[in-house]
């Protein structure tokens, strides 16, 4: 076991060990709590009337989706969602995380290829990990890269039977977008498969960029993720009823787990209305990006970051803003690369001008 206990020293030594702790009292900058819905009071009704008018939906399915975890509510909400999107079908997973890992794992086989943005979330990384397929990378949103490397496939041993192109739509890290309609286009002239994870543009943009662009169907496979603009929990994957048929199939994560109680798919439902009722939401959450934006050079994202000077403490940084009442949340390797540590900073539709101001001040006066 000395092993574990060198690789936790190591990370006591270059600051990054990480552990849990209660969450602070504060003004939040560190969640994905976009349009501010976990603090709305007008959603926590509505999620109060719904256990109430729904008492039998909250316990627990008591098995898995294939044996007693599919109720009429959760396949009539799984119809919704999809309708929503514009897309043949959706099934739900316990969280994006496990919608990452069961669609991956389940569609690349040993001959296949996954090409993946440099900067793709570890949920993708940790399916490709549960199959025999080669991994190749591209730089990060670089259009031109990603066709030097599709190029290059014929050069393989071995050509690829099926090439999976693997990006996000808003970066969880760096706050910026990817060029969804370059990289569909080019998978289309290479007869690759666009695998898109909307997890933090959903809520945010519409149903998410591919919708809002309207090419949604020409996307093999699309996750949206419940836990972070709409303040619940879970995610989904939309594509077509082959698709969905596969991974109720072939899906360890979706096969093997445990379903959610029925309310949670209730819940998804409300929030989905709860989110077209209110669009003064994300027009809340825009005014204060345009107003971050007016005091430090940034994406036109939620999500926005602060890079040290070579003498600051990420760690110290934090301690400071929290004294000062600003929750914050320093980012170390290997969650980025090394070198590229950073303050990073979530905007909420709840913010006040002042919040936000206090919080620019303290960083500039700290980074």
């Not at 936790?8 to 270059?14: A, D, G, N, Q, S």
């Not at 289309?188 to 149903?207: I, S, T």
């Not at 309207?214 to 996307?219: A, G, H, L, P």
Request: with cysteine; glycine share 8%.
């Amino acid at each position: 076991m000395k092993d574990l206990w060198d690789k936790l020293e190591v990370r006591k030594r270059l600051g990054s060990l990480r552990f849990l702790k209660e969450r602070g009292e504060g003004i939040d900058f560190y969640s994905n709590d976009y349009l501010g819905l976990s603090r709305n009071l007008g959603f926590r009704e509505e999620m109060v009337k719904l256990a109430r008018n729904n008492p039998e939906a909250l316990l627990g399915a008591t098995g898995s989706r294939l044996i007693s975890g599919t109720g009429k509510m959760v396949l009539e909400v799984e119809d919704f969602i999809a309708d929503k999107h514009g897309m043949e079908g959706a099934l739900l997973f316990p969280s994006g995380y496990m919608a990452n890992v069961g669609l991956v794992s389940s569609l690349l086989g040993r001959d296949d290829v996954l090409i993946c943005d440099e900067y793709i979330h570890r949920s993708v990384i940790d399916g490709w990990k549960m199959t025999n397929a080669k991994r190749l990378k591209f730089r990060h949103n670089d259009v031109g890269d990603l066709e030097r490397v599709l190029g290059c496939l014929d050069c393989l041993v071995v050509p690829p039977r099926k090439i999976f192109i693997a990006i996000e739509s808003l970066y969880s890290m760096e706050g910026d977008f990817a060029p969804i309609k370059e990289i569909v286009e080019l998978a289309e002239k290479y007869q690759a498969h666009v695998l898109l994870d909307e997890a933090h543009a959903f809520a945010v943009f519409g149903w998410g960029l591919a919708h809002q662009l309207q090419i949604q169907n020409r996307i093999l496979a699309i996750t949206v993720t419940y836990g972070k603009a709409m303040g619940l929990h879970g995610g989904s994957i939309l594509g077509s009823k082959n698709l969905i048929s596969h991974l109720i199939n072939f899906a360890s994560p979706f096969i093997y787990s445990t379903a959610q109680p029925e309310f949670h798919a209730l819940s998804i439902r409300t929030a989905y209305d709860f989110i077209e009722n209110n669009p003064e939401l994300p027009m809340r959450l825009f005014e204060n990006i345009r107003l971050f934006q007016s005091l430090k050079t940034g994406p036109a994202s939620p999500i926005q970051s602060y890079f040290p000077s070579a003498a600051a403490d990420l760690q110290q940084i934090q301690t400071k803003l929290s004294e000062n009442g600003i929750l914050i949340y320093p980012i170390f390797p290997p969650t980025v690369p090394k070198g590229k540590e950073r303050i990073r900073i979530c905007l909420h539709a709840d913010h006040q001008e002042s919040e936000i101001r206090l919080m620019q001040q303290l960083l500039n006066e700290t980074i």
